[in-house]
């Protein structure tokens, strides 16, 4: 077992923000992503977890010009993009391991750490290889249904019972504008997020549009990072991100 | 079994027993014996188990929220509608089970019998178990790895008493690791029918569902077909629009390349969601809605997938 504490690869990354649901598809990769897009557009320095090697380790895959966010995933690593990792949690939590202590991270302000839904071994990985360094904490994502409410207070209980603080809840995919006649319909019911964050006293960070625009320029590889500003859930989001710079401790060198 | 190091190599590896982290586990003896790697004696009393069950469906997705759940329900809400046909739902996503509450059976609790677990009865002919209904409280986590999660699902087929039932359906997690392992090993010997695979419009579901498809080929698990859900939006103001755009063609061209049936698209009604919130069937809470007829369709194209594949008894060619 690799020595806990030492800074290794992630000395030069100021803080950790982990993006957890207990369901899927509610918008965790969309949203780490998008709050890359939105801290990165405050100025900062990002990495959201492809792939050549330098002496310091992995090197991650940069997504713009003036390298200011980054890129890790096993999705660099597969040799075609439909290969499938059929693997189970003990592999799981190797890769995720490798991940932390094998990437030259360098010098970053944020590393969002995005997960796939539940609370079991990836989760118990990365809480459990993160700890030492002392994450901000987890955004948690939920959609305004009960079914997703339902699945996501147990992510909560996780984050209580493995002591990872919760930044606050986000409610994804909250009302959608019709790009023809600009009716606010709420495809996937209203209210759940808010409440969500009362029951388990926690800060409610906000609701996020859906934005198919968005979605749609982040699929095709358009320059999403000028296009940004202008979608409905910029607003949502740069307000997210102002939260979550405002939580980070002064002082930190 | 009993509780494994966090590092286990697993049971069938050839490290069982003989890894660094093998030491001080309970298991390690028996791991190293190589007596691990043989066939686990439940496959047999799964099937066996399954002699009663005609036909046994999976319900897929490499990717999460694109409509498993709300699938599989609904699945067994349009079987179970002919009180003739015996309908089983089993839901094995052990830390995200939303069957009971799409069901509308949150709170329930399952019983013990002589024969083993009884599944709780929506109706007479409709039967659902989960996880959900083991855990005593709505905010319960269950923070399980791999093998502890194996073993529920284990339990799951082997334990509770279905009775004679027509339609096994599975509702699973996303992804391809430890549950949709188990549900393929554990069912080998009994013969599954086939896999549902449900995917959004999304280039980036698709992605995931090739991957799901991918999985499939290598566990020989036959595919009845793919559903795109989500598939167009009909704005209550105006017209169709697209909230999940098929920027790579959606479902309809990734089956063509992979010459896989689509059966069917399913639009998306904000009703849906709400039935599901209210754990009320959608086919009942909204018969004219152009999802309850796409819905409709997709079940018979099942039912007749099915209808051809009746099962053969000992003779039958497992996957």
């Given at each position: 077992?690799?020595?806990?504490?030492?800074?290794?690869?992630?000395?030069?990354?100021?803080?950790?923000?982990l993006v957890l649901s207990g369901k899927g598809g509610v918008g965790k990769s969309t949203i780490?992503?998008?709050?890359?897009?939105?801290?990165?557009?405050?100025?900062?320095?990002?990495?959201?977890?492809?792939?050549?090697?330098?002496?310091?380790?992995?090197?991650?895959?940069?997504?713009?010009?003036?390298?200011?966010?980054?890129?890790?995933?096993?999705?660099?690593?597969?040799?075609?993009?439909?290969?499938?990792?059929?693997?189970?949690?003990?592999?799981?939590?190797?890769?995720?391991?490798?991940?932390?202590?094998?990437?030259?991270?360098?010098?970053?302000?944020?590393?969002?750490?995005?997960?796939?839904?539940?609370?079991?071994?990836?989760?118990?990985?990365?809480?459990?290889?993160?700890?030492?360094?002392?994450?901000?904490?987890?955004?948690?994502?939920?959609?305004?249904?009960?079914?997703?409410?339902?699945?996501?207070?147990?992510?909560?209980?996780?984050?209580?019972?493995?002591?990872?603080?919760?930044?606050?809840?986000?409610?994804?995919?909250?009302?959608?504008?019709?790009?023809?006649?600009?009716?606010?319909?709420?495809?996937?019911?209203?209210?759940?997020?808010?409440?969500?964050?009362?029951?388990?006293?926690?800060?409610?960070?906000?609701?996020?549009?859906?934005?198919?625009?968005?979605?749609?320029?982040?699929?095709?590889?358009?320059?999403?990072?000028?296009?940004?500003?202008?979608?409905?859930?910029?607003?949502?989001?740069?307000?997210?991100?102002?939260?979550?710079?405002?939580?980070?401790?002064?002082?930190?060198? | 079994?009993?509780?494994?190091?966090?590092?286990?190599?697993?049971?069938?590896?050839?490290?069982?027993?003989?890894?660094?982290?093998?030491?001080?586990?309970?298991?390690?003896?028996?791991?190293?014996?190589?007596?691990?790697?043989?066939?686990?004696?439940?496959?047999?009393?799964?099937?066996?188990?399954?002699?009663?069950?005609?036909?046994?469906?999976?319900?897929?997705?490499?990717?999460?929220?694109?409509?498993?759940?709300?699938?599989?329900?609904?699945?067994?809400?349009?079987?179970?509608?002919?009180?003739?046909?015996?309908?089983?739902?089993?839901?094995?996503?052990?830390?995200?089970?939303?069957?009971?509450?799409?069901?509308?059976?949150?709170?329930?609790?399952?019983?013990?019998?002589?024969?083993?677990?009884?599944?709780?009865?929506?109706?007479?002919?409709?039967?659902?178990?989960?996880?959900?209904?083991?855990?005593?409280?709505?905010?319960?986590?269950?923070?399980?790895?791999?093998?502890?999660?194996?073993?529920?699902?284990?339990?799951?087929?082997?334990?509770?008493?279905?009775?004679?039932?027509?339609?096994?359906?599975?509702?699973?997690?996303?992804?391809?690791?430890?549950?949709?392992?188990?549900?393929?090993?554990?069912?080998?010997?009994?013969?599954?029918?086939?896999?549902?695979?449900?995917?959004?419009?999304?280039?980036?579901?698709?992605?995931?569902?090739?991957?799901?498809?991918?999985?499939?080929?290598?566990?020989?698990?036959?595919?009845?077909?793919?559903?795109?859900?989500?598939?167009?939006?009909?704005?209550?103001?105006?017209?169709?629009?697209?909230?999940?755009?098929?920027?790579?063609?959606?479902?309809?061209?990734?089956?063509?390349?992979?010459?896989i049936p689509l059966l069917g698209k399913v639009p998306l009604d904000p009703r849906i969601g709400?039935?599901?919130?209210?754990?009320?069937?959608?086919?009942?809470?909204?018969?004219?809605?152009?999802?309850?007829?796409?819905?409709?369709?997709?079940?018979?194209?099942?039912?007749?997938?099915?209808?051809?594949?009746?099962?053969?008894?000992?003779?039958?060619?497992?996957?």
């Amino acid at each position: 077992m690799e020595a806990a504490g030492e800074p290794g690869n992630l000395a030069g990354v100021r803080h950790i923000i982990l993006v957890l649901s207990g369901k899927g598809g509610v918008g965790k990769s969309t949203i780490s992503t998008e709050l890359a897009l939105a801290l990165r557009h405050a100025g900062k320095k990002v990495q959201g977890k492809a792939v050549h090697q330098c002496d310091s380790g992995w090197v991650p895959v940069f997504v713009d010009q003036e390298q200011s966010i980054s890129l890790m995933s096993v999705g660099f690593l597969l040799e075609k993009p439909d290969e499938a990792v059929v693997w189970r949690g003990p592999k799981k939590n190797a890769l995720i391991k490798q991940f932390v202590s094998d990437v030259a991270w360098g010098q970053l302000d944020y590393l969002v750490v995005d997960t796939p839904p539940g609370t079991s071994d990836e989760h118990m990985a990365v809480v459990d290889t993160l700890r030492p360094y002392s994450p901000l904490g987890a955004l948690v994502v939920t959609t305004p249904q009960a079914v997703s409410v339902g699945d996501v207070r147990r992510e909560l209980t996780f984050c209580k019972k493995v002591g990872l603080r919760v930044i606050g809840v986000v409610e994804n995919m909250s009302g959608f504008v019709c790009p023809h006649c600009a009716e606010c319909t709420n495809v996937f019911s209203r209210g759940g997020g808010e409440e969500l964050a009362r029951h388990a006293g926690v800060p409610f960070l906000g609701s996020v549009p859906l934005d198919p625009e968005l979605t749609r320029s982040l699929e095709e590889g358009r320059d999403f990072i000028q296009g940004f500003p202008e979608s409905p859930a910029f607003p949502a989001l740069s307000c997210i991100a102002q939260k979550i710079l405002n939580e980070a401790p002064v002082g930190l060198s | 079994m009993e509780e494994v190091p966090h590092d286990c190599p697993g049971v069938g590896s050839a490290q069982a027993g003989r890894g660094a982290s093998c030491q001080g586990c309970p298991n390690q003896g028996l791991c190293a014996s190589g007596a691990g790697a043989a066939p686990d004696p439940a496959i047999e009393e799964i099937k066996e188990k399954m002699k009663t069950v005609k036909h046994k469906i999976l319900v897929l997705s490499g990717k999460g929220g694109v409509g498993k759940s709300t699938f599989s329900a609904h699945l067994a809400h349009g079987l179970a509608e002919d009180e003739n046909t015996q309908v089983a739902l089993l839901d094995i996503d052990i830390c995200g089970p939303s069957i009971p509450k799409i069901m509308g059976l949150e709170g329930e609790q399952v019983h013990q019998s002589g024969s083993g677990w009884s599944p709780v009865f929506l109706e007479d002919n409709l039967g659902v178990m989960s996880v959900g209904f083991l855990l005593s409280s709505p905010d319960d986590a269950v923070i399980w790895r791999g093998p502890k999660k194996n073993g529920m699902i284990k339990q799951f087929l082997r334990d509770v008493d279905w009775g004679e039932v027509d339609y096994l359906i599975v509702d699973t997690p996303p992804g391809t690791s430890d549950e949709h392992l188990s549900a393929v090993q554990y069912l080998a010997a009994a013969h599954i029918d086939g896999a549902v695979i449900i995917t959004t419009p999304q280039e980036v579901s698709l992605q995931d569902v090739r991957k799901e498809i991918s999985f499939c080929h290598k566990v020989k698990l036959p595919i009845i077909g793919v559903v795109e859900n989500m598939s167009g939006f009909i704005c209550p103001k105006c017209q169709e629009t697209q909230i999940f755009p098929p920027t790579t063609g959606g479902a309809e061209v990734m089956c063509h390349d992979l010459k896989i049936p689509l059966l069917g698209k399913v639009p998306l009604d904000p009703r849906i969601g709400k039935s599901c919130d209210k754990g009320q069937s959608f086919l009942v809470e909204a018969p004219d809605s152009p999802a309850t007829l796409a819905y409709r369709s997709i079940i018979q194209r099942i039912q007749e997938f099915c209808s051809l594949r009746q099962p053969k008894g000992e003779n039958l060619v497992g996957s």
